[in-house]
């Protein structure tokens, strides 16, 4: 059985790519930072439905807590892992010229570190299985930007150089690598949103309504299958056509 690892994987979008590949028929291993109880609730609940699905706790930007999963005795000693899908993130938004800088760094922490982090730990195993997929969980504000969001746009943009770096030392050994873009997706993150700058956020996206985790789990899915094996380096998005104002960027 394959064994996939979705950082962040135990809500919104990252939960919902863990419940598509683990009814894929994988193994799948989500992480988390901090609520435990709510990830033994989500294992749980999965594993009840006849999902292979377990937790652990991760920070995705600690090197440290990395470290713990790769050493002798960690999670991924001896392991390879088949799939990694970095979905975890946070965001902290404030106008630039009133961040404090280590909000900036919590925010490059977690997305653009950790999906480093995260590479690094399992591409060793992958080298070796000569085979792999990374997916990095990105956004349309790396190129579109956005009021308020200096950090998690440089975070997500961050993600496809690192994409493009990877591309260059991982091909040869079939590893590939690609960023799913997802818009605004309906999550108890964008829950949150106060009601006007959702109604701006859906005036500005041609299909007119939000997306779902369901529907950017879909795309990840096809990108963890055989049949993308000649995908790589790719900035796939799922945003109602709000990637296509972008187009310019690339």
Same mark, same amino acid.
């Given at each position: 059985?394959?064994?996939?690892?979705?950082?962040?994987?135990?809500?919104?979008i990252g939960l919902a790519v863990a419940r598509l590949?683990?009814?894929?028929?994988?193994?799948?291993?989500?992480?988390?930072?901090?609520?435990?109880?709510?990830?033994?609730?989500?294992?749980?609940?999965?594993?009840?439905?006849?999902?292979?699905?377990?937790?652990?706790?991760?920070?995705?930007?600690?090197?440290? !807590?990395?470290?713990?999963?790769?050493?002798? #005795? %960690? =999670? /991924?000693?001896?392991?390879? @892992?088949?799939?990694?899908?970095? *979905? +975890?993130?946070?965001?902290?938004?404030?106008?630039?010229?009133?961040?404090?800088?280590?909000?900036?760094? !919590?925010?490059?922490?977690?997305?653009?570190? #950790? %999906? =480093? /982090?995260?590479?690094?730990? @399992?591409?060793?195993?992958?080298? *070796? +299985?000569?085979?792999?997929?990374?997916?990095?969980?990105?956004s349309p504000t790396a190129w579109l930007g956005r009021?308020?969001?200096?950090?998690?746009?440089?975070?997500?943009?961050?993600?496809?150089?690192?994409?493009?770096?990877?591309?260059?030392?991982?091909?040869?050994?079939?590893?590939?690598?690609?960023?799913?873009?997802?818009?605004?997706?309906?999550?108890?993150?964008?829950?949150?949103?106060?009601?006007?700058?959702?109604?701006?956020?859906?005036?500005?996206?041609?299909?007119?309504?939000?997306?779902?985790?369901?529907?950017?789990?879909?795309?990840?899915?096809?990108?963890?299958?055989?049949q993308s094996a000649y995908i790589t380096g790719q900035?796939?998005?799922?945003?109602?056509?709000?990637?296509?104002?972008?187009?310019?960027?690339?």
């Amino acid at each position: 059985m394959k064994l996939a690892l979705v950082t962040g994987g135990t809500r919104g979008i990252g939960l919902a790519v863990a419940r598509l590949l683990a009814a894929q028929g994988m193994a799948v291993t989500v992480t988390y930072a901090h609520d435990a109880e709510a990830a033994q609730q989500t294992v749980a609940q999965a594993q009840a439905e006849g999902l292979s699905l377990s937790a652990l706790r991760c920070d995705a930007g600690s090197a440290a !807590d990395w470290r713990t999963l790769s050493q002798p #005795g %960690g =999670f /991924l000693d001896g392991k390879s @892992v088949s799939v990694l899908v970095h *979905a +975890a993130g946070f965001t902290r938004d404030k106008l630039a010229m009133t961040m404090p800088v280590q909000d900036f760094d !919590d925010v490059l922490g977690v997305h653009l570190r #950790g %999906g =480093f /982090l995260a590479a690094q730990a @399992v591409m060793k195993g992958m080298i *070796a +299985a000569r085979n792999g997929r990374i997916v990095f969980i990105c956004s349309p504000t790396a190129w579109l930007g956005r009021r308020g969001q200096t950090a998690y746009g440089a975070a997500k943009a961050g993600l496809y150089g690192l994409t493009q770096s990877l591309v260059q030392e991982l091909s040869r050994f079939q590893i590939t690598c690609n960023c799913v873009s997802a818009g605004l997706v309906d999550t108890s993150l964008t829950a949150e949103l106060p009601e006007s700058v959702r109604a701006d956020l859906l005036s500005a996206i041609p299909m007119g309504r939000a997306g779902t985790a369901a529907e950017v789990a879909e795309l990840v899915g096809f990108l963890a299958s055989k049949q993308s094996a000649y995908i790589t380096g790719q900035w796939l998005a799922v945003d109602g056509g709000l990637d296509a104002l972008a187009e310019d960027n690339f």
